[in-house]
């Protein structure tokens, strides 16, 4: 499993372009007032951005869409991982979903338990109809309750089954690309660029020729840790911050 197949839409569905869609539509906002940022081609070729001015005039001029590629770029540059704590944050991803995989068993062996409980009853409760123990009225009203709780056990049942085991290889590429994010950025198709924008960042805007981002857990540990100013906190012996442990196995 690599990160491009998860980028290009193997876990959700892919974002499918057409030759007017464009890289940053949808995931900025105007930091003056607060509507889309929108996009358009000018002499045919150049792609600018500019405030929709959904609600009124706006002072914030048009950017082109390689100085957003840039400035994008340098959000993702901000994050930060060495080797040694990428193999250990891997461990920890492999481990929490161990834990996750046991657990849902679990659930999955007592609400199986819980169906065949109730179709015993629903079975035993016919044969009592049918030989005459129970009334058909008594018989059709307990069996229409137990019947609406067997049909929950299975839609939980059918959710449980179809959870992905595929989320650990998914996580550990996803926070490997993270931290080479800025390197293969500006090369990565639009669809692509768009999903990996969306995993990484949020609260985009844009004013005053400036981008503000916010970055998504867990990868705002990342940025905290290896950005000028971002908490403050030295690191530990062996090279790891303390925001970093909350990702590491006890």
Same mark, same amino acid.
């Given at each position: 499993?690599?990160?491009?197949?998860?980028?290009?839409?193997?876990?959700?569905?892919?974002?499918?372009?057409?030759?007017?869609? /464009?890289?940053?539509?949808?995931?900025?906002?105007?930091?003056?007032?607060?509507?889309?940022?929108?996009?358009e081609i000018k002499k045919g070729r150049y792609i600018y951005y500019h405030c929709s001015k959904f609600k009124a005039r706006c002072p914030e001029?048009?950017?082109?869409?390689?100085?957003?590629?840039?400035? &994008?770029?340098?959000?993702?540059?901000?994050?930060?991982?060495?080797?040694?704590? /990428?193999?250990?944050?891997?461990?920890?991803?492999?481990?929490?979903?161990?834990?996750?995989?046991?657990?849902?068993?679990?659930?999955?062996?007592?609400?199986? !338990?819980?169906?065949?409980?109730?179709?015993?009853r629903l079975d035993t409760l016919y044969l009592d109809k049918i030989e005459g123990r129970v009334t058909s009225e008594f018989h059709d009203r307990?069996?229409?309750?137990?019947?609406?709780?067997?049909?929950?056990?299975?839609?939980?049942?059918?959710?449980?089954?179809?959870?992905?085991?595929?989320?650990?290889?998914?996580?550990?590429?996803?926070?490997?690309?993270?931290?080479?994010?800025?390197?293969? &950025?500006?090369?990565?198709?639009?669809?692509?660029?768009?999903? !990996?924008?969306?995993?990484?960042?949020?609260?985009?805007?844009?004013?005053?020729?400036?981008?503000?981002?916010? &970055?998504?857990?867990?990868?705002?540990?990342? !940025?905290?840790?290896?950005?000028?100013g971002g908490g403050g906190t030295p690191p530990e012996r062996g090279g790891l911050h303390p925001k970093q442990r909350r990702w590491l196995p006890?």
């Amino acid at each position: 499993m690599n990160v491009q197949e998860i980028l290009d839409g193997r876990s959700i569905s892919n974002v499918h372009g057409n030759r007017h869609a /464009f890289a940053y539509t949808g995931l900025m906002t105007c930091g003056h007032c607060g509507c889309a940022m929108t996009a358009e081609i000018k002499k045919g070729r150049y792609i600018y951005y500019h405030c929709s001015k959904f609600k009124a005039r706006c002072p914030e001029p048009y950017v082109r869409e390689e100085v957003l590629d840039l400035m &994008f770029a340098a959000q993702l540059r901000k994050l930060r991982l060495d080797d040694d704590v /990428f193999r250990m944050i891997g461990q920890a991803i492999r481990e929490s979903r161990a834990n996750e995989i046991r657990e849902r068993d679990e659930r999955v062996a007592k609400v199986r !338990a819980e169906a065949d409980r109730l179709q015993h009853r629903l079975d035993t409760l016919y044969l009592d109809k049918i030989e005459g123990r129970v009334t058909s009225e008594f018989h059709d009203r307990v069996a229409t309750t137990w019947r609406e709780e067997r049909d929950g056990c299975v839609r939980d049942l059918e959710s449980l089954a179809s959870a992905e085991d595929d989320v650990i290889d998914d996580g550990i590429a996803l926070v490997d690309f993270a931290r080479t994010a800025h390197h293969r &950025f500006e090369t990565l198709p639009l669809s692509s660029k768009r999903r !990996a924008l969306n995993l990484v960042l949020s609260n985009c805007t844009f004013a005053d020729g400036e981008l503000s981002t916010t &970055f998504r857990k867990p990868f705002d540990l990342l !940025a905290n840790v290896g950005s000028p100013g971002g908490g403050g906190t030295p690191p530990e012996r062996g090279g790891l911050h303390p925001k970093q442990r909350r990702w590491l196995p006890e």
